[in-house]
């Protein structure tokens, strides 16, 4: 990869939870000499608490707000591959944010893959609370339809991750960024 940094200097991994943004965000990083940031880490840091602890006791408003001043600090850093909360993309100053500050890909994996994820990860406890009183499967799905949306629009590029590795996920979110090297190389040779 060409030693002149992507412009404009980071990488979002959007995508609801459990579809690879943490994993995926640290290969990819390693792999670009970047820093990684995963913007719940940084949050539950700050506030010496978990998500669902801020959920339960200040509510899902109050954590948006929390989680939007985490995302504006981040997006003011350069070479740096952030993995974001599910629903960052439901604030637009958010997407905007992310938007002026570099590339956002959106990891998307289909809701029995996410339920799988879920049910097989350790910290699904303390980092992913419930947001409705469904069962699993069918929280995933509604979530997933009324986000869709939001995704398409925050999104630079997509990659599905269902049935591929995290290095494969990974390995196809550098192919991109190559080809924007190239692209933006051409550009300025031209």
């Known amino acids: 990869m060409n030693a002149e940094p992507i412009n404009p200097n980071n990488v979002f991994l ?5 579809t690879g943004k943490s994993s995926v965000g640290r290969l990819l990083a390693a792999r670009l000499g970047w820093h990684f940031a995963d913007t719940d880490s940084l949050l539950v840091a700050e506030k010496q608490t978990s998500i669902r602890e801020i959920v339960d006791n200040c509510g899902w408003q109050e954590f948006r707000k929390f989680e939007h ?3 504006k600090r981040v ?14 993309v439901l604030n637009d100053a958010n997407v905007a944010g992310m938007k002026a500050a570099g590339k956002t890909f959106w990891l998307r994996a289909a809701p029995e893959t996410i339920r799988r ?3 097989q990860d ?3 406890e303390a980092f992913r609370p419930p947001l409705s009183s469904k069962d699993s499967i069918a929280e995933i ?7 869709e949306p939001c995704y398409r629009r925050a999104m630079d590029f997509l ?3 269902d049935g591929r590795r995290i290095d494969e996920v990974c390995e196809a979110i550098m192919r991109q960024l190559i080809a924007l090297d190239a692209e933006r190389n051409e550009a300025h040779s031209s």
């Open 122 to 124: 350790t910290d699904t």
């Open 159 to 161: 990659v599905d991750t």
């Open 75 to 88: 997006c003011d850093q350069n070479q740096l591959v952030v993995a974001t909360g599910g629903g960052v």
């Open 141 to 147: 799905e509604e979530t997933l339809l009324e986000r």
């Open 14 to 18: 959007i995508g609801y939870r459990c």
């Open 117 to 119: 994820r879920m049910m």
């Open 69 to 71: 001043e985490v995302v």
